[in-house]
């Protein structure tokens, strides 16, 4: 720091806080922070997971988890970060009163979980991006699920083709997290954001037009709890930590971004909102089109490669609107990868006092490494099993259903039992200049009771402690 600057920390006690990077604020905070939360989790992940698991029924669980146990995690996590001003590391570096505790183990976690969660989404963003060609070219236009079957496979059994477009996807990637947090990715979401959400109306309307889409309808709102199983309940609630980016840090290192005058209950109720209407869009896009053509929705992870493509190709102006669907796909997963790299970057610039090119430089290659077994899962690799899991597969499943639940219960006890109601009213009332005082009241009284008892007893049920 010079001299100038050190004059003005003086002066302006807010001073030192302009010359860390930054959200510029209002619109902008919001739809950068649901440009992390908006992602192939919405248009992959949320409507396979809904269709394996018997629709409606799921559907609530996820509602509820994303009520009682996402949204205080999202504002314990804002509000953690932008009271140290830190990345989540060094946030329970800094916050921890008790230093013999190690509280900064959750921020590990969470760097960990970002090179695992990237490890896979990137090569489905790969694959996504692939498809827009493919839909493009008219190569996977076809009715017949054996086509677009051997055309998955083809692609995703190439090895050098995988990691190809996995390093593509890593690139393009560095390369706005280099531009920083305002320039890279604030503007990327402001630009992406009303795109996206205009692309995925245009299909809307298209699927509920159809002939026979309400017995997509009926599969999407109309529960049958018989199919709600332990297991599929601890899936519903890991969808909603991995949807809303939490449990990891990631929240907490955008946080760490916020203007001290951001409204943070409010604006994380938005991106919650925000998010909840994106997955809702993208399950009113596919089911009524799925059931529409007589299709199973149960397909899983390939229900977008396989069982999509051929719903498309058999309604009007279907070439068109497997374009657009794929094209906004490959939109949605940019904010998402952009915050998984962030997590890393901000570590390391923190932790080393790196450049954010040298930080960027290093993730980036580790993330090729990592990455590779991901993207080798389904060709060379494919025999490498631990715990039964493929690297694929293990990296989803172990990310979603227990680093990200793990870490979001140490943080609402951190927030709850540790951190304290006097930080914390100061800190959501913006030391009280804001008149919510009841309503941070609410949201103390919830992490501190009801979200780490609800996680869990999820968690535990989830591995079958209380019998199958
Ligand atoms: N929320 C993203 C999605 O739903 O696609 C995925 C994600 C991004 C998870 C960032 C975790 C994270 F830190």
Avoid at 230 to 236: D, F, K, P, V, Y
Avoid at 275 to 303: M, N, R, T, W
Avoid at 311 to 318: D, E, L, N, R
Avoid at 322 to 335: I, K, P, Q
Wanted: proline share 4%.
């Amino acid at each position: 720091m010079n001299a100038t600057e050190q004059l003005e920390l003086k002066v302006k006690p807010n001073a030192g806080v302009q010359l860390r990077d930054g959200f510029t604020g209002g619109l902008g905070v919001v739809l950068a922070t649901l440009g992390s939360a908006v992602g192939l989790g919405n248009i992959w992940k949320f409507p396979y997971l809904t269709g394996a698991n018997g629709g409606a029924a799921f559907l609530i669980v996820y509602l509820l988890s994303t009520l009682l146990v996402g949204l205080p995690v999202m504002i314990s996590e804002h509000m953690l970060g932008r009271e140290a001003r830190s990345e989540a590391v060094h946030a329970f570096l800094k916050l921890s009163p008790n230093k013999k505790i190690p509280w900064w183990l959750v921020g590990a976690s969470g760097v960990l979980a970002a090179f695992m969660i990237m490890a896979f989404y990137t090569e489905v963003a790969g694959w996504v991006f692939a498809y827009i060609f493919k839909a493009l070219g008219g190569g996977i236009f076809t009715t017949d699920p054996a086509v677009t079957e051997a055309a998955f496979v083809n692609l995703i059994s190439n090895p050098w083709l995988s990691l190809g477009i996995q390093w593509v996807v890593l690139a393009a990637i560095g390369l706005i997290i280099l531009q920083g947090v305002a320039k890279g990715i604030e503007k990327t979401a402001k630009r992406v954001m009303p795109v996206l959400f205009g692309l995925l109306l245009i299909v809307v309307v298209r699927s509920l037009t159809l002939d026979g889409a309400a017995a997509g309808l009926n599969f999407l709102f109309m529960p049958d709890f018989s199919k709600l199983t332990g297991a599929a309940i601890l899936t519903a609630m890991g969808l909603a930590f991995f949807k809303l980016s939490i449990g990891m840090g990631t929240m907490i290192t955008y946080g760490s971004y916020y203007g001290s005058e951001q409204n943070i209950p409010v604006n994380a109720a938005r991106v919650m909102l925000g998010d909840l209407l994106v997955s809702l869009l993208a399950g009113l896009a596919i089911f009524p089109a799925v059931f529409a053509y007589g299709v199973e929705p149960d397909a899983g992870p390939s229900l977008l490669f396989i069982t999509i493509p051929t719903v498309f190709a058999s309604m009007p102006f279907g070439h068109f609107f497997m374009v657009v669907f794929f094209l906004l796909t490959s939109l949605a997963a940019v904010g998402a990868m952009l915050s998984l790299v962030e997590v890393p970057v901000a570590f390391l610039t923190e932790k080393f006092t790196w450049s954010r090119k040298t930080a960027t430089l290093v993730v980036v290659f580790g993330l090729a490494v990592t990455g590779s077994l991901a993207a080798l899962s389904n060709s060379v690799l494919a025999d490498v099993k631990l715990l039964g899991f493929t690297f694929f597969d293990l990296f989803d499943y172990f990310s979603q259903n227990v680093l990200l639940p793990v870490g979001g219960l140490f943080i609402a006890l951190f927030v709850g039992w540790v951190f304290g109601w006097k930080k914390v009213e100061q800190a959501l009332t913006n030391r009280g200049a804001l008149k919510n005082t009841r309503l941070v009241r609410l949201f103390f009284l919830v992490t501190r009771f009801v979200t780490p008892v609800l996680v869990l007893l999820v968690l535990l049920n989830g591995f079958g402690v209380f019998g199958k």
